[in-house]
């Protein structure tokens, strides 16, 4: 099975801001998790939305912007 596009780091931070990495890995949310977050906000103002399916749709949705940004 092939992994996932995730896209990388959303929001990635500089080694620079860091004295030690190590002791500091903050790698953040991934572009994927970014968008699917970004378009379930718009499903689930629908107050008969199922959660889980909303789920599953925004991350259909991610995954759609990730493939068309790769183009």
Do not use: C, W
């Not at 190590?22 to 968008?35: E, I, V």
């Not at 699917?36 to 199922?50: F, K, P, R, Y």
């Amino acid at each position: 099975m092939s992994e996932k596009n995730t896209g990388g780091g959303a929001f990635p931070l500089s080694v620079d801001n860091y004295e030690d990495v190590k002791d500091h890995p903050a790698k953040g949310m991934t572009l994927r998790d970014y968008f699917a977050g970004v378009a379930i906000q718009s499903m689930l103002l629908d107050i008969e939305s199922n959660i889980y399916d909303a789920a599953a749709d925004a991350y259909s949705i991610a995954d759609a912007m990730l493939k068309e940004r790769s183009k």
